[in-house]
């Protein structure tokens, strides 16, 4: 072997590793990928007095996501959502008063930390009665911490030692910023610089498609809805008595400069995971 060749050969053999690392390194934060059948999802760790040992293990077929939008109402949806095979709610949004638009089965429910306060105001319902749902809670490490000084997280704590049956996880402090770093990386945007929070649709959307293989989502306009010069108001959300209407909630928080959530981009986002995912819009019914 000539002295040029072998040289040559040995910088492929280092550079190969190199280029396998940073090939991780710069997809590791793309959009989130399904689970494979039986495996785990790392970045949900189990609220109990004996400690976060244990991954959220689950896995599903069909996936109904079921939105919190006034476009529920009227739909006739439940009975189509009850026959999913998993149904993912958020935060506190209810189905009894609206079984027939929204079902009444919930096999997951992803709350903010915000919403916390108003499950354990009515805890015996939430965690009590709701024994066949899994919750999975979601905020920002100050609140979800567990050294005894994040509010939200010892709270959630307490209220897992009175429910013990109850299922219930906290998504990692790694997969919060994962989730950041996927915003960032779909649109080029840093979420902590420019002022902007995560909905909780966005970490629902994350979570479905991660431990489903096909998902129907329910109530969930495009991104080019609110832009249209003709749509009927609708309540931002269908179970509020005195309501805002939900596409100038979306506005203002599309364009708030501080502390506002990016709800229409985040449409955008999912309509480009629709192209990649097996993911239907309905009520509306709407294609990427």
Not at 64 to 84: C, F, M, P, Q, R
Not at 91 to 100: H, V
Not at 114 to 121: C, D, G, N
Not at 218 to 242: L, Q, T, W
Request: charge should be positive.
């Amino acid at each position: 072997m000539k002295p040029l060749t072998f040289r040559w050969l040995c910088v492929l053999s280092l550079s190969l590793p190199l280029l396998v690392w940073f090939g991780h390194v710069i997809t590791r934060d793309g959009p989130p990928t399904p689970a494979e059948k039986g495996s785990t999802l790392r970045g949900y760790m189990r609220i109990s007095p004996r400690g976060m040992d244990q991954f959220l293990d689950i896995h599903c077929n069909h996936c109904a996501l079921v939105s919190s939008s006034g476009h529920l109402l009227g739909a006739g949806a439940g009975e189509e959502i009850d026959k999913t095979g998993c149904v993912l709610r958020m935060n506190n949004a209810p189905t009894l008063g609206f079984e027939r638009d929204v079902g009444s089965r919930t096999t997951v429910r992803v709350v903010s930390h915000t919403s916390v306060p108003r499950l354990v105001k009515n805890e015996s319902y939430y965690f009590g009665q709701s024994v066949n749902t899994t919750y999975v809670f979601w905020g920002p490490e100050r609140n979800m911490r567990q050294d005894g000084k994040g509010l939200i997280y010892d709270a959630l704590m307490k209220t897992a030692k009175r429910y013990p049956s109850t299922s219930m996880y906290a998504v990692t402090r790694e997969k919060v910023e994962s989730c950041d770093n996927v915003f960032e990386n779909e649109t080029g945007k840093n979420r902590i610089k420019t002022g902007t929070y995560l909905s909780t649709g966005f970490f629902t959307m994350i979570l479905a498609i991660e431990m489903c293989d096909s998902i129907q989502v329910y109530g969930m306009i495009d991104d080019n809805f609110c832009r249209r010069a003709i749509h009927s108001p609708v309540p931002y959300h269908y179970y509020e008595k005195v309501w805002l209407d939900e596409c100038k909630m979306y506005n203002f928080h599309e364009h708030r400069r501080r502390g506002g959530h990016r709800f229409i981009t985040e449409k955008a986002i999912y309509a480009k995971w629709a192209t990649q995912h097996k993911i239907e819009f309905k009520h509306p019914s709407w294609s990427p």
